[in-house]
């Protein structure tokens, strides 16, 4: 074996592009492969997303209905039963409060949390959070606990 002979192991080289664009004696010379004119035959074409070839596009042809409150507050509901499993499982002994929430990845550090009523509490718990459901806050003091909003 000397430098004469070395080459790629089998398999390891993949390189099976046309080169275009290399001269007329390449035989991919002119255009390119890319026909004459129109938007594909430009560089930096890119087709937009949903786009149909200048014909009305289908999103753009729907019409729109409905109304979207830009001030509403968006809330992560947490319900009784899952506060329950928390304290079973050892989590929580006396007081709940966000950041306990969050290090258990229940809820992320930016969302805002409402305590709602499916399930029942049967420990006594401070629980701390933005907002309350009236069944909720109900049987939270029903079980001997605090509900604090935020």
């Known amino acids: 074996m000397n430098l004469s002979n070395l080459k790629p192991a089998e398999g390891s080289v993949h390189n099976q592009n046309k080169r275009v664009g290399r001269g007329e004696g ?8 890319r026909g ?7 560089s930096g074409y890119s087709k937009k997303l949903g786009f149909e070839g200048g014909q009305m596009p289908l999103q753009r042809r729907v019409p729109k209905f409905g109304f979207n409150n830009i001030n509403r507050v968006e809330y992560v509901g947490i319900n009784l ?16 409060d ?10 992320s550090k930016n969302s805002l949390v409402k305590i709602l009523g499916r399930g029942e509490l049967k ?28």
């Open 26 to 33: 390449s035989g991919k010379g002119g255009t390119s492969t």
């Open 36 to 42: 004459h004119k129109g938007a594909k035959s430009r």
């Open 81 to 96: 039963d899952t506060l329950q499993t928390l304290v079973d499982n050892g989590v929580v002994t006396d007081t709940l």
């Open 98 to 107: 966000i950041e306990t929430l969050i290090d258990n990845r229940i809820t």
């Open 123 to 150: 420990t006594k718990l401070k629980v701390t959070a933005h907002k309350f459901s009236a069944s909720a806050k109900a049987a939270i003091e029903a079980a001997g606990g605090e509900a604090v909003t935020i």
